[in-house]
């Protein structure tokens, strides 16, 4: 007897008007089929029912571990779908149960059946299913019932004619499933913070567009590896890696002939927001991400994320602006980004030895006149 399926929850789509909820579920069963594909699980059926999505699969842990990482799934569940029949219910709750005593390695498991009986056909009232298939566990394995620490707990949900029984329960990341909120431009960097702040937005169901700004071929890799990792929770969304050159060498020069050299990092923050803000225009995207956490670093003060923020008339989002960093590394560890952003990348060769840390928007706007001004 094999496992056959994997029992998919999902958290805030149910709570929205049933149109709403007809709709979330058609995308997050079309992107948990885009998964499945693109990983190259086999499965036969994917259908929605009460609340629950029914992944109908050779390969459960293998689905579920790639379901793991569709957005929207708050847990999943390896299961063995069976008839709901009392006899059928007990044999293979048995059987799941001795298979996980095994992997545990216990004499004598602590346990607790948790059943749930969703459509009321079945005739057998959850506390009672509850009862009876745990009398038979004792009945036939070494065992104690213990219903606050437990070791083993046997599931059950019973709907439509079906009991799903199983050991496992899996977390899901949550959030919502991507294609339900629009697109956005996300600037991603080599570094730890901009991956996760693309990450967060993805979680709340955004397909996300990751601009790269072209500093060297170094960090072009790193940043193609860190997409790479990234694209793996993007199931539903469509995007490539787009790579912008801007020019830095001439703003550069001109700011060192004028001894302004200090104003050096604004106007590379603020040419990345342009940049962004042209292929959001070209692509439909409806905000900028990036990065940023309050006081970071120079560039990411209050008077300087104001300057830079006037580089559009796009919202911009700063998932990360209230983390320490400390937070965004245990996110970037969690999802797997962590170790690429800590490679080696190209250094920058414009970083003057004192960026300003306080700009004044008054100075900013007159040093870009300047600049134009100078274009020759
Ligand atoms: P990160 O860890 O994301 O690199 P950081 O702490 O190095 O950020 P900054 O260099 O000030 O901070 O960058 C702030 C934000 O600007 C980044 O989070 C990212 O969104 C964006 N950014 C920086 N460099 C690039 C780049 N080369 N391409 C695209 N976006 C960039
Ligand atoms: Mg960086």
Not at 1 to 29: A, P
Not at 97 to 107: I, P
Not at 195 to 224: D, N, Q, T
Not at 238 to 251: G, Q, S
Request: net charge positive; with cysteine.
């Amino acid at each position: 007897m094999t496992l056959n399926s994997v029992v998919v929850r999902y958290g805030e789509i149910g709570t929205k008007s049933w149109r709403t909820r007809r709709w979330f579920e058609e995308i997050l069963m079309n992107n948990i089929r885009e998964a499945l594909v693109s990983e190259e699980v086999p499965y036969k059926k994917i259908e929605a029912m009460h609340g629950r999505i029914i992944v109908w699969t050779a390969m459960p842990a293998e689905a579920a571990e790639v379901l793991r990482r569709v957005f929207g799934v708050v847990s999943l569940s390896p299961a063995m779908a069976v008839e709901a029949a009392l006899e059928k219910i007990n044999r293979t709750a048995l059987k799941l149960f001795r298979r996980k005593k095994r992997e545990l390695g216990l004499e004598k498991p602590r346990f607790r059946v948790s059943a749930r009986r969703i459509t009321k056909e079945f005739p057998i009232k959850s506390p009672d299913l509850q009862k009876l298939v745990g009398e038979y566990v004792l009945e036939n394995e070494e065992a104690v019932v213990d219903l606050r620490d437990y070791d083993v707990e046997i599931g059950i949900e019973v709907m439509e004619g079906k009991a799903y029984v199983f050991t496992d329960r899996i977390r899901g990341w949550g959030g919502l499933p991507i294609g339900t909120q629009g697109k956005v431009v996300a600037l991603l960097s080599g570094g730890i913070d901009s991956p996760v702040a693309a990450f967060l937005m993805m979680k709340r169901g955004c397909e996300v567009i990751p601009v790269h700004i072209y500093s060297g071929e170094r960090s072009l890799e790193k940043v193609r590896k860190i997409w790479g990792v990234l694209r793996r929770y993007h199931y539903g969304g469509k995007t490539d890696l787009v790579v912008v050159r801007i020019d830095r060498d001439t703003v550069h020069r001109k700011l060192r002939e004028m001894k302004r050299e200090k104003y050096m990092c604004l106007f590379c923050k603020y040419g990345m927001i342009e940049a962004a803000d042209k292929v959001a225009k070209e692509m439909g995207a409806k905000g900028i991400v990036t990065g940023d956490s309050l006081g970071q670093v120079a560039s990411q003060t209050l008077d300087n994320l104001m300057i830079v923020s006037r580089a559009t008339d796009l919202p911009i989002y700063r998932p990360l602006i209230g983390m320490d960093k400390e937070e965004i590394v245990s996110i970037a560890k969690a999802i797997g980004t962590f170790e690429l952003s800590s490679l080696p990348e190209d250094p920058c060769p414009y970083v003057p030895r004192h960026p300003i840390i306080r700009g004044s928007p008054g100075e900013f706007q007159k040093l870009r006149k300047a600049l134009k001004e100078r274009e020759t």
